[in-house]
């Protein structure tokens, strides 16, 4: 057993735990986080990205032990709403959202622009994959405030959807990635229609 | 995953003397993208890992007085694609750039991706593509080894039980003037099936003076094919193919043929192509 200490979204959690126990199981177990995704087990879905010190990583893929110390954020973290606790799942607590909302924006009370683009470019489906999606792209999104639909599918490469065939994820990074840069986004969703966009 | 001792020295002789410890059992630990999956799949089950994350001189990129670049083997490929380097040297934060994915990268290493020696994997590819040397730090004081001396076969290398690889050093600017990287793989995450590095060197006039080719992927571990400098990228494919000897008629390998066939008259093509020191 090994003592680990971590700050997930800012509030300590310590525990003495299993060397073997994975990250993503620190964070769903023992921070009662459930918002990041178990999915493959193998670091090939994507379901289950976290930031570690600012960088996202796949937590199945990390020991708890690794990272002891570190400041996580999930995201549970994104935006201060989310933090209150899901009665209910729906498509839109899968997207972090946990108020219904019409037609969205990121604010920083609100939401976070990449999942206000979830929201209303119907990026979300299941919503299996949508955390480790969203968590990817604010990730690159901050380092790339501009990039074509093919950096963010480069961007998303290890984020597997069955769902939405990507297109609306796309959709809603790149209005996103407007937001983000300041630009005004419209109320209603506007699906690019060819990939060339 | 089978139970193990976690260990975190904070120097590379506390490391060395942890593995020299603990025997056959202990392992190192860097990022642990490639070890953390066999340990799930319980193809390794190590007694004692030995974090390397403690150790903060192992990661960094620094130049020597003589224009080699001294790559900690704890680099991760996100450092490596930050990094701004010049001429060839550049291609390493390339090819680091477009591996595996972005969550993977932060934690992945350029020493993890060549202690696992998989013959998929990239950074052993252009290791000795460009001719890099690796330093080793071991119970027996320190050595250095060519990268192709270093990888023995696909996931061995020639790392003794209680010795460290510490850094990559790639040789200093002047060695090539052109180095290229090509590979193929079906998704963008995926390992490669093949790859092939070129790299050249280039007399006074411009004349080619020495043309390295580097096949990975298709053989355990890179293969070197001999080449005349002067070979444009039909006669280096050629002779890429008989020296990685795919003989078997399997539609795998055959496949696998085509590809390093292509892959180096690409990369060829591509460094007779382009003028000056890149």
Sequence with gaps: MQKVCLTVNGREVSAEIDERTLLLEFVRDVAGLTGTHNGCLEARCGCCVVEVDGDVVKSCNVLAVQVDGAEITTIEGLAPQRLAPVDQITTQSLAGVYRPVEAVRGTPEDLHPVQAAFHRCHAVQCGFCTPGMVMVLKDYLEENPEPTRDDVRRAIAGNLCRCTGYQHIVDAAMEAAAEMRGERVPDRPTHGSTDGA | ???FTWLTPETTEE?????????EGARVIAGGQTLLLAMKERLVGPSHLVSLARITDLAGITTEPDGALVVGAATTYAALTRAELPGWQRRLSEVAGDLADRPVR??????????AADPRFDMPAFAVGVDAELRISGAAGERALPAHEFLVDAGRTALGQ??????????????WDVVVFEKFRHRVFDAAIASAVCALRREDHGVPASLRITVAGATPTPTVVLVDAAADGAAA???????VRLDSSDEATRYR???????VRRVVDRAHAQQGSV
Excluded: K
């Design chain 2, 1 to 3: 995953m089978r139970p």
């Design chain 2, 15 to 23: 490391a060395v003397a942890l593995l020299r410890a603990h025997g």
């Design chain 2, 106 to 115: 932060n934690r992945g290493t350029i020493g993890g991706a060549l202690c």
């Design chain 2, 162 to 175: 209680d010795e460290i690889l510490t850094a990559v050093v790639l040789p200093p600017l002047p060695t």
């Design chain 2, 237 to 243: 494919a050629e002779s890429a193919v008989a020296a």
């Design chain 2, 257 to 263: 043929r085509e590809l390093v066939h292509t892959l």
